[in-house]
Every structure is written in structure tokens, then in C-alpha cells.
């Protein structure tokens, strides 16, 4: 498993807004474990991916597509690592996959 970290700056409350209209066109089965977090200067969604790799493609097609659609703007800042151990609900999550 793969997480980024996204960083977005602006209005908190108008991007949760467009932040909860892009999750409208996101079935949310596809979401294994994701986080969006209200910050004084705008918004920071932890995301999850199977591996590197397909969080690239996600990243530079369909979640720029979202973006745009939706008018959030580019992260100011977008960090990448590999997961190493996740917790839901007091549940481990299987987080190895190849790289």
C-alpha cells in the first residue's frame, strides 16, 4: 500500500465544499482508507493506493480530472510513502504490496 499526503491552500470551508462534490463521482467501495482534514489554510486529504505505481496513474489522470471538474486547485504540496502499518476502527489493515 501506497498513501500520499495532499496539501491544498485556501478557504477550508469552500474547498470541504468542493472537496464533498468530488466525492459525489467517487464510488466510495474504491476507498480503502482515506482521510480529508480541515486546516487553518485550507484542506489535507491522506489517500491510499494498492502500490507507487498506481497511485501515479490515479494521480496524474482521473484525480487531476476530479480536481478540475470540481475546481479544487493544485496541492501546493503532495508527499508519497510507502505504508507500512494502517489502523480502522481498532482493525489492522494489510498495508504490504509490491512497490
Not at 46 to 51: A, L
Amino acid at each position: 500500500m501506497y498513501a500520499s499526503i495532499w496539501r491544498i491552500e485556501g478557504d477550508p470551508d469552500e474547498l470541504v465544499r468542493r472537496y464533498d462534490a468530488m466525492l459525489a463521482d467517487v464510488p466510495h467501495a474504491n476507498m480503502r482508507l482515506h482521510l480529508c482534514l480541515r486546516a487553518g489554510d485550507g484542506i489535507v486529504i491522506v489517500d491510499t493506493c494498492p502500490s507507487q505505481a498506481a497511485f501515479e496513474a490515479f494521480a496524474d489522470g482521473p484525480f487531476r480530472t476530479l480536481r478540475e471538474r470540481h475546481g479544487l486547485p493544485e496541492p501546493k504540496r503532495v508527499d508519497g510513502f510507502p505504508v507500512h502499518a494502517a489502523f480502522v476502527d481498532g482493525q489492522r489493515v494489510e498495508a504490504v504490496a509490491a512497490l
